[in-house]
C-alpha cells in the first residue's frame, strides 16, 4: 500500500510541476515540493515495512532496486531543495523517480518469496548502498546537464524570460556537475570493489566476466575518462554536460538493460528464482 501511494504522490508531484513552469509565473512550486516531500515518507515508510517483515534490508530483488534507485534520486534532488528549491529540476526528478517505481512495480513485491542464499550476506547491503548512490549521483548530474544544455539555447537566442530567470545559472550547473563527478565515481569505485570482494567470498573469484561486471567496468572507465578530462584538461560547459547526459544512459543501460537481457548471475529472472533442494 505504501509503495502504491508512494508511485502516485510522485506521478501527481510530477504533473504539478509540469504544470507550474507551463502555466504560472512563479519560480517555487511549493505545493510539488509539498507532494514529493509526502511520496518520499511514504516510500520511505514502504523500504521500513519490507526491512520489518523480511528481517533484512530489501535489496535482494529487482523490485527493491528499482524502488531503492527511486529513493536514492528522490533524496539527492530533495538535499538539493535546501540549496536551491528549483521547478524545472523538480519536474525532471519527479518523472524519474516514478518511472523507476512503475518499472518496481511490474516485478513482484516479494516479502514471502525465499531468494537465492548467496544473497543473505552482509555483503549485498554493502554492495548495493555504494552502487545505488553512484547511480543516483549520476542520475541528478544528467539532469543538471539537461538544464545546461536548455539554459544554453535560451540564452543564445537571447530569449531572456520566465524560464531564463527560473534556471540555475550556467556556472552554477556546471559547477554542480564538477562537484558531483568525483562523488558519484567515488561511489561506482567502492560499488564495484565491493562486489568483487562478495563475488571472492560467494564463488572463490573475484571478477568473473557476467555480462554486468563487464558493463559496470565499461562504465567505469566511461566515467573515469569524464573525470580524467574535466581535472586534467579541463572540460567545462556544454562538452562536459553532454557527456553527464550520455552517462546517465550507460548507466540506466548497465543497472536495467544488462539485468534484463543479457543475463549472468545479475540477471532479474536469476535473483527472483527459488532455489530448489537437490
Same mark, same amino acid.
Given at each position: 500500500?505504501?509503495?502504491?501511494?508512494?508511485?502516485?504522490?510522485?506521478?501527481?508531484?510530477?504533473?504539478?510541476?509540469?504544470?507550474?513552469?507551463?502555466?504560472?509565473?512563479?519560480?517555487?512550486?511549493?505545493?510539488?515540493?509539498?507532494?514529493?516531500?509526502?511520496?518520499?515518507?511514504?516510500?520511505?515508510?514502504?523500504?521500513?515495512?519490507?526491512? &520489518?517483515?523480511?528481517?533484512?534490508?530489501?535489496?535482494?530483488?529487482?523490485?527493491?532496486?528499482?524502488?531503492?534507485?527511486?529513493?536514492?534520486?528522490?533524496?539527492?534532488?530533495?538535499?538539493? =531543495?535546501? &540549496?536551491?528549491?528549483?521547478?524545472?529540476?523538480?519536474?525532471?526528478?519527479?518523472?524519474?523517480?516514478?518511472?523507476?517505481?512503475?518499472?518496481?512495480?511490474?516485478?513482484?513485491?516479494?516479502?514471502? =518469496?525465499?531468494?537465492?542464499?548467496?544473497?543473505?550476506?552482509? &555483503?549485498?547491503?554493502?554492495?548495493?548502498?555504494?552502487?545505488?548512490?553512484?547511480?543516483?549521483?549520476?542520475?541528478?548530474?544528467?539532469?543538471?546537464?539537461?538544464?545546461?544544455?536548455?539554459?544554453?539555447?535560451?540564452?543564445?537566442?537571447? =530569449?531572456?524570460?520566465?524560464?531564463?530567470?527560473?534556471?540555475?545559472?550556467?556556472?552554477?550547473?556546471?559547477?554542480?556537475?564538477?562537484?558531483?563527478?568525483?562523488?558519484?565515481?567515488?561511489?561506482?569505485?567502492?560499488?564495484?570493489?565491493?562486489?568483487?570482494?562478495?563475488?571472492?567470498?560467494? &564463488?572463490?573469484?573475484?571478477?568473473?566476466?557476467?555480462?554486468?561486471?563487464?558493463?559496470?567496468?565499461?562504465?567505469?572507465?566511461?566515467?573515469?575518462?569524464?573525470?580524467? =578530462?574535466?581535472?586534467?584538461?579541463?572540460?567545462?560547459?556544454?562538452?562536459?554536460?553532454?557527456?553527464?547526459?550520455?552517462?546517465?544512459?550507460?548507466?540506466?543501460?548497465?543497472?536495467?538493460?544488462?539485468?534484463?537481457?543479457?543475463?549472468?548471475?545479475?540477471?532479474?529472472?536469476?535473483?527472483?528464482?527459488?532455489?530448489?533442494?537437490?
Amino acid at each position: 500500500m505504501f509503495f502504491k501511494v508512494s508511485v502516485i504522490f510522485y506521478l501527481i508531484s510530477a504533473i504539478i510541476y509540469v504544470a507550474f513552469l507551463l502555466r504560472s509565473k512563479g519560480t517555487t512550486c511549493v505545493s510539488g515540493f509539498c507532494v514529493v516531500v509526502a511520496g518520499f515518507i511514504t516510500h520511505t515508510t514502504s523500504i521500513l515495512h519490507q526491512f &520489518w517483515i523480511q528481517g533484512f534490508f530489501p535489496m535482494a530483488t529487482p523490485f527493491d532496486a528499482m524502488s531503492l534507485f527511486a529513493w536514492g534520486v528522490m533524496a539527492i534532488f530533495l538535499a538539493l =531543495q535546501f &540549496w536551491d528549491r528549483n521547478p524545472v529540476l523538480g519536474a525532471m526528478a519527479a518523472p524519474i523517480a516514478a518511472v523507476l517505481m512503475l518499472i518496481a512495480s511490474t516485478f513482484s513485491y516479494q516479502i514471502s =518469496q525465499p531468494i537465492i542464499p548467496v544473497l543473505r550476506s552482509w &555483503w549485498l547491503p554493502i554492495h548495493v548502498s555504494f552502487a545505488i548512490a553512484g547511480n543516483s549521483v549520476f542520475t541528478v548530474m544528467a539532469m543538471s546537464g539537461a538544464m545546461y544544455i536548455l539554459q544554453e539555447r535560451l540564452i543564445k537566442r537571447k =530569449q531572456i524570460g520566465r524560464f531564463h530567470k527560473i534556471l540555475p545559472s550556467l556556472q552554477t550547473l556546471d559547477t554542480f556537475n564538477r562537484r558531483a563527478l568525483p562523488i558519484g565515481f567515488f561511489f561506482l569505485t567502492l560499488g564495484i570493489i565491493s562486489g568483487a570482494l562478495w563475488a571472492s567470498s560467494a &564463488w572463490g573469484s573475484y571478477w568473473t566476466w557476467d555480462p554486468k561486471e563487464t558493463w559496470s567496468l565499461i562504465t567505469w572507465f566511461a566515467y573515469a575518462g569524464m573525470v580524467h =578530462q574535466r581535472f586534467a584538461f579541463g572540460w567545462r560547459g556544454k562538452k562536459a554536460a553532454l557527456l553527464a547526459i550520455a552517462g546517465f544512459f550507460l548507466v540506466m543501460f548497465t543497472f536495467v538493460g544488462v539485468s534484463l537481457f543479457l543475463g549472468g548471475h545479475h540477471s532479474f529472472v536469476d535473483l527472483c528464482r527459488e532455489t530448489v533442494p537437490a
